[in-house]
Nanobody
């Protein structure tokens, strides 16, 4: 199973930006997704995903135009650039990897998860 190590996150003000990174233990195909779990919410919601081959990506409507998902050429690191942050973006963010052939928004398609990183946006 692929091990994922996250970095980034922190506390910022509305309108600021942050970058989250996710390092994979081995080079892998498939897709990487980012999910988040807001305070008081039981489920992790989909944020963005990228399919390594072909760079296809997908975004939740709530972050489209503000967040950008990317991966490096060696396919071992993925990033989530988050711009124009809002208080409603406050959550624990998780990266995930799965052997799917599309940028899936379904948590069930991912079998490796990062440790989570807190993002707090204050007004």
């Amino acid at each position: 199973q692929v091990q994922l190590a996250q970095s980034g996150g922190g506390s910022v003000k509305t309108g600021d930006f942050l970058t989250l990174s996710c390092e994979m233990s081995v080079q892998s195909g498939g897709a990487m997704g980012w999910f988040r779990q807001a305070p008081g919410k039981e489920r992790r919601e989909f944020v963005a995903a990228i399919y390594w081959s072909g760079s296809k990506n997908r975004y939740a409507d709530s972050v489209k135009g503000r967040f950008t998902i990317s991966r490096d050429g060696a396919k071992k690191r993925g990033s989530l650039q988050m711009n124009s942050l809002r208080p409603e973006d406050t959550a624990v963010y998780y990266c995930a990897a799965g052997a799917v052939l599309q940028p899936s928004a379904d948590r069930a398609d991912y079998d490796s998860w990062g440790q989570g990183t807190q993002v707090t946006v204050s007004s």
